[in-house]
C-alpha cells in the first residue's frame, strides 16, 4: 500500500494497521522433522517456513 502512493491506498493503510491495529507477519525458515522413527525419535530433518508475528510500525 505504501508503493502505491494514493490517497486510498494511504486511508486504507492508516485504517488497516493504525486504527484496527491488525498485526503483520513475516516468513521465517525453521528446521523441522520430517520423518519420525517408529519410536518417535527423528530420523530426517528438513526447512519450512512458519509465519512469525511482528509488531506494526505506523503507516
Avoid at 26 to 49: A, N, Q, Y
Amino acid at each position: 500500500l505504501k508503493l502505491a502512493d494514493s490517497k486510498d491506498a494511504n486511508l486504507v493503510g492508516k485504517l488497516f494497521f493504525n486504527v484496527m491495529q491488525m498485526k503483520c507477519f513475516v516468513f521465517k525458515p525453521e528446521t523441522v522433522c520430517t520423518k519420525k522413527s517408529w519410536w518417535g525419535t527423528c530420523e530426517r530433518k528438513g526447512r519450512r517456513k512458519r509465519a512469525v508475528l511482528r509488531h506494526n510500525r505506523k503507516f
